[in-house]
C-alpha cells in the first residue's frame, strides 16, 4: 500500500498549511510508516492510505517519489 504522509519540517512549531510538505511511502501498514518515520526530525499531521484513482493523481506531479519501508 502506498500512503501519503503529510509533514511539518520543524516540529516544534505550529503547523502552518503553506509549510506542509508531503512524502509517499510504501508499506504494509499506517503503524510501519510512523514507526519508519520515527527517526526523522518532523511533525507528522496525517497519514493517507491512497486507493488506486487518488494514486494515479498524485503519480502526475513532478515531485512524485516514493519510500518503500
Same mark, same amino acid.
Given at each position: 500500500m %502506498? @500512503?501519503?504522509v503529510?509533514?511539518?519540517?520543524?516540529?516544534? #512549531? %505550529?503547523p502552518v498549511r503553506e509549510r506542509t510538505k508531503?512524502?509517499?511511502?510504501?508499506?504494509?501498514? #499506517?503503524?510501519k510508516v510512523r514507526k519508519a518515520l520515527s527517526d526523522r526530525n %518532523?511533525?507528522?499531521e496525517f497519514i493517507q492510505q491512497l486507493d488506486e484513482a487518488h494514486l494515479n @493523481?498524485?503519480?502526475?506531479?513532478?515531485?512524485?517519489? +516514493? #519510500?518503500? +519501508?
Open positions: %502506498i @500512503y501519503k503529510l509533514y511539518q519540517e520543524i516540529p516544534n #512549531e %505550529i508531503s512524502l509517499y511511502i510504501e508499506a504494509v501498514s #499506517e503503524r %518532523i511533525n507528522i @493523481y498524485e503519480q502526475n506531479a513532478e515531485d512524485f517519489e +516514493v #519510500e518503500t +519501508v
